[in-house]
């Protein structure tokens, strides 16, 4: 999932990547390389909740 996440992202589909993204940490919540590539989706998005969210997952910080 991370990697279909990663290939819509570098082809210019953010939401579908998102998406895939989120399938992911769902699948493995401990993934680092997708909480880092949701943040910075979300952070794009303007969603500073999420993003942060995401940001701490990436840095391996339990919780919210």
Known sequence: H???GSLLLAGGHPDAAAEWLQNAVRLDP???PAHAELAAYYEGRGDREKA???RARAAGVEGK
């Open 2 to 4: 991370y990697e279909m």
């Open 52 to 54: 942060a969210f995401h």
């Open 30 to 32: 401990a993934h680092r």
